[in-house]
């Protein structure tokens, strides 16, 4: 066994390493291979990355099927949080990984808590790669209860109204309108409507896929939305190839998600409809349905909800005035 130099235990029984006449501090207990890894990283300087490492796991976990079947969007969003853990710690072992250091990764993160809270979830998949390559048995981060959003920094998306419907679809940029029309007409998440091809119009309908819940749809089309699809398709002076998506750059590109909200807050901007957002139109849409006298069934069905909470929030504020106003009439 080679003899440690420079060791120095303090009273209440802490062991430091005397560098230079500076002392550093081991946390592992003596007689460990983890006491003897940092020891010589405090003598040499340098960092001895375990072939265990977090690092090496997102490595991995970027070539297995895990990864490569995921859509584009969820990617963008555990790439975030998978660079963050490589620069935070990536030379931590895995094996020593436990539910307090996922736990305190997430509240290091409290002041965002949307990025806060896929640590524990992006964590989960990462330490389920892990028990599949057998470097753990159990998943520590399985469980880890979700931040909530403080209630000073929560916020309501506001239904857009008539008049700001109205002003929209009479003063916006085409490519604007074409993506107010895809977000009211088809009731989907913002991050759906980049994914929307040529080839899913058949002139009636548009089919698609949903990045969230991988449930497929087929979504007649409003005649607000078939007039704007009609004048993109004839703007191009050919019929587009179907592999085109119908939502594209100005140099032609696919457009990515955001691309596409830098081009609707600028327009939101300009008409001074700023207070209504991108995911209010979802809810327009779900208000549309139920003035339209349809069920929290029918509108799940083009929705896609697949619980029926935010419909009945939404739809129910539309029935009400509604009936407010059929009320009113019968009043006057």
């Given at each position: 066994?080679?003899?440690?130099?420079?060791?120095?235990?303090?009273?209440?029984?802490?062991?430091?390493?005397?560098?230079?006449?500076?002392?550093?501090?081991?946390?592992?207990p003596e007689g460990t291979a983890e006491f003897d890894r940092e020891y010589w990283e405090i003598r040499t300087g340098k960092k001895m990355e375990a072939k265990t490492s977090i690092s090496a796991l997102i490595e991995d976990y970027r070539k297995s099927d895990r990864w490569v079947g995921l859509k584009p969007r969820t990617r963008a969003d555990y790439e975030k949080v998978m660079v963050y853990l490589v620069e935070k710690a990536g030379g931590k072992d895995v094996k020593r990984l436990t539910r307090q250091d996922i736990i305190a990764a997430q509240k290091a993160n409290s002041h965002r808590t949307r990025f806060a809270n896929y640590i524990p979830q992006m964590m989960t998949i990462l330490c389920e790669h892990a028990i599949d390559l057998g470097w753990l048995k159990d998943n520590p981060a399985k469980g880890v209860r979700r931040l909530s959003v403080p209630k000073e920094r929560q916020q309501e998306h506001v239904p857009w109204p008539d008049w700001a419907v109205e002003r929209f679809r009479a003063e916006a940029?085409?490519?604007?309108?074409?993506?107010?029309?895809?977000?009211?007409?088809?009731?989907?998440?913002?991050?759906?409507?980049?994914?929307?091809?040529?080839?899913?119009?058949?002139?009636?309908?548009?089919?698609?896929?949903?990045?969230?819940?991988?449930?497929?749809?087929?979504?007649?089309?409003?005649?607000?939305?078939?007039?704007?699809?009609?004048?993109?398709?004839?703007?191009?002076?050919?019929?587009?190839?179907?592999?085109?998506?119908?939502?594209?750059?100005?140099?032609?590109?696919?457009?990515?998600?955001?691309?596409?909200?830098?081009?609707?807050?600028?327009?939101?901007?300009?008409?001074?409809?700023?207070?209504?957002?991108?995911?209010?139109?979802?809810?327009?849409g779900v208000m549309e349905l139920a003035w339209a006298g349809c069920t929290d069934d029918e509108i799940a069905s083009y929705s896609g909800h697949t619980t029926i909470a935010m419909i009945k929030k939404y739809a129910g504020e539309a029935r009400q005035t509604m009936r407010a106003r059929q009320a009113w009439e019968k009043r006057q």
């Amino acid at each position: 066994m080679v003899k440690k130099k420079y060791l120095w235990q303090h009273p209440s029984g802490r062991i430091y390493v005397r560098i230079k006449g500076k002392l550093h501090r081991i946390s592992a207990p003596e007689g460990t291979a983890e006491f003897d890894r940092e020891y010589w990283e405090i003598r040499t300087g340098k960092k001895m990355e375990a072939k265990t490492s977090i690092s090496a796991l997102i490595e991995d976990y970027r070539k297995s099927d895990r990864w490569v079947g995921l859509k584009p969007r969820t990617r963008a969003d555990y790439e975030k949080v998978m660079v963050y853990l490589v620069e935070k710690a990536g030379g931590k072992d895995v094996k020593r990984l436990t539910r307090q250091d996922i736990i305190a990764a997430q509240k290091a993160n409290s002041h965002r808590t949307r990025f806060a809270n896929y640590i524990p979830q992006m964590m989960t998949i990462l330490c389920e790669h892990a028990i599949d390559l057998g470097w753990l048995k159990d998943n520590p981060a399985k469980g880890v209860r979700r931040l909530s959003v403080p209630k000073e920094r929560q916020q309501e998306h506001v239904p857009w109204p008539d008049w700001a419907v109205e002003r929209f679809r009479a003063e916006a940029e085409p490519l604007a309108r074409l993506i107010f029309e895809i977000g009211i007409g088809t009731v989907q998440r913002p991050g759906d409507w980049p994914d929307f091809e040529w080839g899913d119009y058949d002139g009636e309908n548009l089919r698609l896929r949903q990045n969230k819940m991988d449930v497929p749809l087929v979504l007649p089309c409003t005649r607000h939305l078939k007039s704007a699809l009609e004048s993109a398709r004839e703007a191009h002076g050919v019929v587009p190839i179907a592999s085109r998506t119908i939502l594209t750059k100005h140099e032609g590109g696919k457009m990515c998600y955001h691309y596409m909200a830098r081009i609707m807050r600028n327009e939101r901007k300009r008409l001074e409809v700023t207070e209504f957002d991108l995911h209010a139109l979802r809810y327009r849409g779900v208000m549309e349905l139920a003035w339209a006298g349809c069920t929290d069934d029918e509108i799940a069905s083009y929705s896609g909800h697949t619980t029926i909470a935010m419909i009945k929030k939404y739809a129910g504020e539309a029935r009400q005035t509604m009936r407010a106003r059929q009320a009113w009439e019968k009043r006057q």
